[in-house]
């Protein structure tokens, strides 16, 4: 009988294909197992130890800050802010009348900081746009308008910046001034223009708006009104500029807010002299700032974090008719907007990390266009942009390591007719 060699080609053949098979095998298997170890390690009772002391309170927080920008943690929520990229720049016109009242879209150019107008933009309002204020997700933009005294829900396009109508007008009691929502993005709440009170808005799934009854009364005298809102990060408590020509009562009031119903339940009044139309908070929940359209300047206090109360510090000037005070989202610098008419200034203050006192920074107040009202900064740091009421367009600036505000090529630009928010919206 006659042997036959065997067949190489063929045996190697068989051997490459059940070499890649076996090789696939242990990638699969290499996987599972790190799947297994993955889920296995982790903590079965995440909720269960709430000790902050303890090494399980510690893994089950990294765990779930690894995994996730919103969750429950032993019976509260927990936020935390992933770094954005600017995308838009939304700056609402009041116009004079319905026909000149609209919202222009800018896209950002986010390495230089240079705007061009979206396509379709300015987008018409007729109900005389003051004040924007866009969700998280940067899908759902609500309007304060002075026409009918109503808030308008609008969809924002996150890829071409297109506005269009999301649901009716909610018409309010009172002429909306500005517009906050608390952390969880369950509540809107409204300032009012004419009256002592703010006005409270449920947010649906879908985001659209229903009034809940009754309206939060202030503490301002019956001729004032309620001027800018700001929530500090975790929600626990809402911070309202209330103007007045009684220097008595006005100043900033603090409100605890249940996040449950929605109510707002007032702590305290601390005063500041006359006209205190605006309010901002320190990022890290640490220092509050109102602003004295009259007086001309800025008071800063520190913030009880557990009881929301404020301890007043040494008030400094700002320039004529502070409006609007900000502070960068790095607790560094606070920044305010001077809309006296005729002029136009940026203070720029470095803040003291200790008691929440301001310096001013090298070359502050610095220029920009006429009655500038309104200040946005991107989540970075590095852009900052003023929407300037008299001169009807935006300045945009980089902000320095020093704090320092220098113009960017091409601006200012071209916005509408009385200009008043400017807001950056980040995906």
Partial sequence: MELKEPNTWKLNTLGFILGKFIHRLHIL?????????????????????????????????????????RFQFCGGTVFQKRMKSPRFLLVSNVGTNFATSNINVFRINATTGEITQVPGSPFQLTNRPRFTLTNSAGTIVYVANVGNTSVSTLS????????????TDLVLPSTPYSLVMDPSEKYLFASSETTQQIHRMAIDPSGNLSIVSPATPTSNPTAGAVGRLAFDSTGKHLYVGLTGAAASVSGIQTFSLDSLSGLLTSISVNNTSENNISVAISPNGQFVYGANYFSQDVFP?????????????????????????????????????????????????????????????????FSSGFSPIGISIDQSGKYLYTSNTQDGN?????????????PIVGFPVSAGTNTFSVEIVSY
């Fill in 301 to 365: 206090f520190v913030r009880n974090q557990t009881t929301g109360t404020l301890t007043a510090q040494s008030t400094i000037m700002a320039g004529s008719a502070p409006a609007y005070t900000l502070v960068d989202p790095f607790n560094r610098f606070l920044y305010v907007a001077n809309s006296g008419i005729g002029q136009g200034t940026i203070s720029a203050y470095k803040i003291d990390q200790v008691n929440g006192t301001l310096t001013p920074i090298s070359g502050s107040p």
């Fill in 29 to 69: 298997f290499f996987i599972l197992v790190c799947v297994e170890v993955t889920f296995h390690c982790k903590p079965t009772e995440l909720n269960s130890v709430c000790d902050s002391s303890s090494t399980s309170y510690k893994d089950s927080i990294i765990l779930l800050l690894a995994t996730s920008e």
């Fill in 394 to 406: 935006v300045s945009g600036y980089t902000i320095s390591e020093t704090g320092a505000l220098s």
């Fill in 156 to 167: 924002l396009n996150p890829e071409n910046g297109i506005l269009s109508t999301k649901s």
